[in-house]
């Protein structure tokens, strides 16, 4: 869900009320035929249109790798048969919109379509389905699917790094790129349909996690979500991955992502700040990412199963017979029941061994438990999944030959697809579920188990009772009262519904003695037990289902999107690295051209810079001022009618050092405490300070911090201490940096100080010290001269030079000068200009400093003559510091 904090930083205020632009014009729908290519084109228009609605779109496009659909051929082998497929979670989730949302599908067929026939098959499929397909050919699938997503992308997932080429494989570029190729496919058909104004996009799954950057590319303002149905790994291993960065800012381009449970969440959130730098905030429970102007909502909500599906299904004919017969198959017996994909994560084999542990232990059960396990065919192929395959057919016939007899078997391995209603009679039946995966994104079969138990033993039918052994027999109503109903679950910790199933037995599946004796456990336990656990997991699942998943979603991409139409947005970057930025419709880039132009017809002119970050980059080693920025600001300072000052935190030793070419810079040292109005002007304070006694406390509390946080070091200037940690762990180092601010506040107290954090610092200093006091002094003095400026030009690139901003407005709101607030990168921020970084920073410095000595070679501009603002004429920077002095004195 999205952080709403940007509306305060960026002052957005509403659009009139009863405003609205025209809404995006529909594309036709027949440009879903494959191969056809549009020429139009959809012109964003940057006036206020009405805020994105559900209740107002009337599409959503679902864009997954497979439709829902199942297909095959008739049996004249001359045209195709396709249906719903009702497992499919792309349909179930219809449920949870409103009924006169249109919903139009986008993805693969499960079956191969020959080329002759795409046309054909695509246009049955949008008449009669409100499906898109997506004809990858084979071999670009093949290296799409099996390749990338399944023997990359899933395995690392799931936490298997890459040690060797087997299984999954070291990375391959070109399977990359035929990823890359294939999410391409997919935009381009998600094109044919979009009305970009009005429909809503969702995306799923790893196998379109570029997709977002190709849609946003196309249309800055696209209401675009996306959800991730696996796991998401911490950054240890995902950070293993080489197009790490790429996949990172692809996500980044939806306006919300979507996780099953916190920790995914948490793991993309701490991806998102070690490799990008970004961090999250949260606000009134919605969690957001600033990221270049736009916030990315992050949403946390586990998938529910699909009800009324089981809920039919469980009265159905076929189930009550089927039903029967597995309870005439284990009657006498405690069935305990296993249904996994047979792949390598699902962890089939630690439930064999802990089977046979149990068996070796508890003799009494002997005779008396069955492990059924039912196993999916596998979705991916490869080595992997027949070693997952051997090796349960091997724990299992050696358990079986062990501890079975005639007409007992421990473990019964069911390998087959099997339908719903088969699935719902052996759900009916089991006593307890296992799920052993050792890392799985959500796994909704103990939902479905809860559910199908619930639904057991309806009045006046037969249904099951036990002999407190939970052995399987059948009775009726009129044989004993109404039974109470009961589902015992034994789950792995790692899966992604164990947090919200509070009364299963979670266990760790690689302890295999754990897992037998919780086996135990859940057959043993108090019948009372039972059924409250039972009761409380109902309540939880039947109350969250797919349709209420669906519902929030929608609902939080709704809000994610509500300010689409208020902001500016325009694309940069190429390929990959594609982003939108977002800016306040106030807030626009400095145009040189104007500049100059201003600058050439003001009088007087107050400069004032940053230096970290504005004219030398961050990441800098060496940030001595460059010949040519010198060059440049002795120019700017030459000509008479300019007041030049470097505004910095640097203390004024080092300020000193770096500029004493410049004779007649102005600097402002440690944030304003500390200036002087040139190179031959004593250093002043512009806080009288009776002493630093604060520093013996501050001090050793920074020490403490500094010796337990590695990367991490302490600035002690003048005024100031600065405790740093720029380089160390960005998690440690914000965790450290905040018990600091804390701790420093709590000791200094009662001490004329202010403790404040900023961009990887901690910094103590006294009060009433900051960039915009320097600020307001300066044009004040320049008031009270005669001499207000008629042109401001103020540039920085942090938090503490937003007080420059924040001053110069209230200084000049009531004056008419031309002012220039310019930050440096594009985000949040009180000034109204921005620069893209550095480089912009010095080309535009240079082409003012151009325009000054053309006004200064110029009679008609300035240049000799007695009287106005000739070289005859008094120097505002002098008069700046005589008046300055006169006030300070006083």
Not at 739 to 752: G, I, K, W
Request: proline letters at 5%; charged letters at 25%; one cysteine or more.
């Amino acid at each position: 869900m999205v952080s709403r904090s940007y509306s305060n930083l960026l002052d957005l205020s509403s659009p009139a009320e009863g405003t609205a632009s025209p809404r995006g014009r529909r594309l036709p729908r027949v440009m879903t035929v494959a191969g056809l290519c549009s020429d139009s084109r959809i012109i964003e228009d940057d006036s206020a249109s009405e805020a994105a609605s559900i209740s107002h779109s009337s599409r959503v496009i679902i864009v997954a790798h497979q439709l829902p659909l199942h297909g095959e051929r008739r049996p004249d082998n001359l045209l195709w048969n396709f249906r719903w497929d009702d497992d499919s979670l792309l349909l179930q989730l219809k449920d949870g919109l409103p009924e006169e949302l249109e919903v139009v599908y986008v993805g693969c067929l499960r079956v191969d379509v020959p080329m002759s026939e795409q046309d054909e098959v695509a246009a049955i499929l949008l008449r009669d389905f409100n499906c898109v397909p997506a004809f990858l050919p084979p071999d670009l699938h093949g290296r799409f699917y099996h390749g990338f997503c399944k023997q990359q992308l899933w395995p690392l997932f799931h936490y298997m790094l890459p040690l060797t080429t087997d299984p999954g494989g070291r990375f391959d570029r070109l399977l990359w790129q035929a990823y890359v190729s294939a999410n391409k496919i997919f935009a381009d058909k998600v094109m044919e349909v979009i009305s970009p104004e009005e429909d809503f996009v969702w995306l799923h799954d790893y196998h379109l996690m570029v997709l977002p950057t190709f849609l946003r590319k196309r249309f800055n303002r696209i209401k675009l979500g996306f959800f991730l149905h696996s796991p998401f790994p911490s950054s240890e291993i995902y950070r293993t991955l080489p197009v790490r960065e790429q996949i990172l800012r692809a996500l980044l381009n939806a306006d919300l992502i979507g996780f099953h449970t916190f920790d995914y969440a948490r793991h993309f959130l701490s991806c998102c700040s070690r490799m990008l730098g970004l961090e999250f905030e949260s606000r009134r429970g919605y969690i957001g990412l600033e990221y270049y102007g736009r916030t990315v909502g992050i949403k946390i909500m586990p998938v529910g199963i699909h009800m009324s599906q089981l809920e039919a299904g469980l009265k159905l004919q076929q189930t009550n017979g089927r039903v029967e017969e597995l309870s005439v198959q284990f009657a006498g017996k405690i069935v305990l029941l296993g249904m996994d994909d047979m792949d390598i994560f699902k962890g089939i084999g630690l439930k064999f061994l802990a089977m046979e542990e149990l068996l070796n232990q508890h003799p009494e059960y002997r005779g008396k438990l069955v492990l059924v396990q039912i196993g999916n065919p596998a979705r991916g192929r490869g080595k992997d999944v027949l070693e997952v395959q051997h090796e349960a057919y091997a724990v299992a016939k050696r358990v079986n030959q062990a501890y079975g007899r005639e007409g007992y078997q421990p473990v019964v391995l069911i390998e087959r697809d099997m339908p719903l209603y088969e699935r719902i009679a052996y759900y009916t039946i089991a006593e307890c579920c296992i799920v052993t995966a050792v890392r799985d994104g959500m796994n909704l079969i103990p939902y479905e188990y809860i559910v199908c138990r619930q639904g057991m033993g309806e009045e006046g039918d037969e249904h099951e009772a036990d002999d407190g052994l939970g052995r399987i027999g059948v009775i009726t109503v009129e044989d004993s009262d109404k039974p109470k109903k009961k589902s015992m679950l034994v789950v792995s910790e790692f899966i992604g519904c164990s947090p919200s199933l509070s009364g299963a037995i979670r266990v760790n599946p690689w302890n295999i003695e754990a897992v037998a004796e919780a086996m135990i456990m859940a057959v043993s336990m108090p019948e009372a037990e039972k059924h409250a656990r039972h009761e409380k997991h109902f309540k939880y699942v039947s109350s969250h289902d797919v349709a209420y998943w669906a519902q929030s979603f929608m609902a939080d991409l709704e809000r994610a999107c509500r300010d689409h139409s208020r902001r500016r947005s325009y694309g940069i970057g190429f390929g990959l690295g594609f982003r939108v930025v977002a800016l306040d419709p106030n807030f626009r880039r400095l145009m040189t051209e104007h500049l100059v132009s201003v600058y050439r017809r003001s009088s007087c002119r107050a400069i004032l810079l940053d230096y970290d970050g504005t004219m030398m980059p961050q990441t800098s080693v060496n940030k001595t001022p460059s010949p040519e920025v010198i060059s440049i600001l002795n120019t700017l300072c030459s000509n008479p009618k300019n007041v030049v000052f470097i505004v910095s935190g640097r203390d004024r030793q080092i300020l000193h050092k770096w500029f004493s070419q410049c004779d007649k810079l102005g600097l402002a040292a440690e944030h304003g405490y500390f200036y002087r109005w040139s190179r031959d002007e004593d250093w002043q304070a512009c806080v009288p300070v009776p002493d630093f006694e604060w520093k013996h406390v501050a001090l050793p509390v920074m020490r403490q911090y500094m010796d337990s946080t590695d990367g991490s070091y302490i600035e002690a200037k003048e005024s100031a201490l600065v405790w740093h940690h720029r380089d160390a762990d960005p998690d440690f180092g914000s965790w450290q940096a905040k018990e600091l601010l804390d701790h420093l506040e709590s000791v200094l107290a009662n001490d004329p100080v202010s403790v404040k954090s900023g961009q990887f610092i901690v910094e103590v200093k006294p009060q009433g010290v900051s960039k915009g006091v320097v600020v307001e002094r300066l044009l004040s003095s320049l008031a009270q001269t005669g001499k207000s400026p008629d042109f401001v030009l103020c540039i920085g690139d942090d938090r503490s030079d937003e007080d420059m901003f924040e001053k110069l407005g209230h200084a000049i709101s009531s004056s008419s000068a031309e002012v220039f607030a310019c930050t440096v990168g594009q985000k949040p921020s009180k000034a109204r200009y921005y620069l893209d970084d550095t480089v912009d920073v010095i080309k535009m410095l240079e082409a003012v400093a151009t325009a000054s000595e053309s006004s200064l070679s110029s009679p008609m501009l300035g240049g000799g003559g007695g009287g106005g603002h000739g070289f005859d004429s008094p120097s505002p920077l002098l008069t700046f510091a005589s008046s300055m002095e006169n006030a300070l004195t006083m």
